[in-house]
């Protein structure tokens, strides 16, 4: 592609980045508003995070005396890695030439996730580290299936950029493929991990000594917690707009952008979410939280689907060859 081709692709990156920005509040309280109506217990609406974060930004936030300055640049990190993975997926449209490497953002989520845990440790108080080492040891089971879920994106459409696996040089949508199909669900299950949902993890939790992804937040008040707490609505939008992208990509789009198109693909993306939305309220609904040993079993079933899916492949590009 020439060098033209790459202002659309950087005006509909930043988009994404602020639309995950604006948008991850409505998701992020839409769970539990939609868990509170299947439960007919009422429950806040799915717009309350915005008054919760306009709140905590009025408020300066407060330090522990033995914190350094560690602690005070984690939630701006935090914060920046989820919005840099926000503009990694193109949600609208699929501008032309490449974007964000996947293995950028395998990085972003374990930066995100390192920040957190030396601001944990540098707090000085007990949950915090306790829950980075359990998020730790989530993390480094999931990380290896990310990585192979990776490779089987890599060996099927060659190539590991998130825009370009949306065209896959002309070929049909990963769904269309049982072993892409296979690891798209197995790529869900990880994901659930990463982000913090159930069964791995309960983000409705207030016993601290249960908190994973939570605990690592205890310390923090005002705009430094609304950060954090914005940060991990973001973390959720990612997770299912990673998932709607893999499943439905949207359109590709030239230099030209009708904003006509542009309204059609914020549509669909829309629809999309709200239903992966559904789907994992309905999930959670029907799940309880495993015990830290039970983590294992479904992250490494995941990984070994994951292992045959790349043996599958493997097989199918050797076979036309012999």
């Known amino acids: 592609g020439?060098?033209?081709?790459?202002?659309?692709?950087?005006?509909?990156?930043?988009?994404?980045?602020?639309?995950?920005?604006?948008?991850?509040?409505?998701?992020?309280?839409?769970?539990?508003?939609?868990?509170?109506?299947?439960k007919r217990g009422g429950g806040r609406g799915p717009l309350r995070p915005y008054l919760d974060f306009w709140k905590l930004?009025?408020?300066?936030?407060?330090q522990p005396h033995s914190a350094s300055v560690v602690f005070v640049l984690a939630p701006p990190?935090?914060?920046?890695?989820?919005?840099?993975?926000?503009?990694?997926?193109?949600?609208?449209?699929?501008?032309?030439?490449?974007?964000?490497?996947?293995?950028?953002?395998?990085?972003?989520?374990?930066?995100?996730?390192?920040?957190?845990?030396?601001?944990?440790?540098?707090?000085?108080?007990?949950?915090?580290?306790?829950?980075?080492?359990?998020?730790?040891?989530?993390?480094?089971?999931?990380?290896?299936a990310l990585l192979?879920?990776?490779?089987?994106?890599?060996?099927?459409?060659?190539?590991?950029?998130?825009?370009?696996?949306a065209t896959g040089g002309g070929a049909g949508p990963l769904v269309e493929e049982p072993m892409l199909s296979l690891m798209i669900g197995a790529?869900?299950?990880v994901l659930l991990a990463e982000i913090g949902r159930l069964p791995f993890d309960n983000p409705g939790t207030h016993l601290e000594l249960t908190m994973i992804e939570e605990g690592t937040k205890l310390e923090y008040s005002g705009r430094a917690l609304?950060?954090?707490?914005?940060?991990?609505?973001?973390?959720?939008?990612?997770?299912?707009?990673?998932?709607?992208?893999?499943?439905?990509?949207p359109a590709p789009v030239d230099r030209s952008v009708p904003v006509s198109l542009l309204l059609v693909g914020l549509g669909a993306y829309l629809a999309k979410i709200g239903g992966l939305l559904i789907l994992l309220v309905g999930w959670e609904m029907t799940r309880g939280r495993l015990k830290l040993r039970g983590i294992v079993a479904p992250l490494m079933l995941a990984t070994g689907l994951l292992l045959f899916a790349v043996v599958t492949l493997v097989?199918?590009?050797?076979?036309?060859?012999?």
């Open 57 to 62: 930004l009025r408020i300066h936030p407060g």
């Open 148 to 165: 192979v879920a990776i490779y089987v994106l890599a060996m099927s459409r060659s190539t590991t950029n998130l825009p370009l696996l």
């Open 77 to 144: 990190v935090v914060f920046t890695c989820f919005v840099l993975l926000g503009s990694a997926l193109p949600m609208v449209a699929v501008p032309p030439g490449p974007g964000m490497d996947l293995l950028l953002v395998v990085g972003l989520l374990g930066l995100a996730k390192f920040a957190a845990t030396l601001a944990a440790f540098d707090a000085g108080a007990p949950f915090g580290p306790l829950s980075s080492g359990r998020q730790w040891f989530v993390h480094v089971l999931a990380e290896p």
């Open 315 to 322: 097989v199918e590009l050797v076979e036309p060859g012999t």
């Open 187 to 189: 790529l869900a299950c």
């Open 2 to 38: 020439g060098g033209g081709g790459g202002r659309p692709g950087w005006g509909l990156g930043g988009g994404g980045g602020a639309l995950c920005a604006l948008l991850s509040p409505v998701w992020g309280g839409g769970v539990g508003w939609l868990r509170a109506g299947l």
């Open 226 to 249: 609304a950060l954090m707490n914005w940060a991990d609505a973001m973390k959720l939008m990612f997770g299912l707009s990673l998932v709607a992208f893999l499943v439905l990509p």
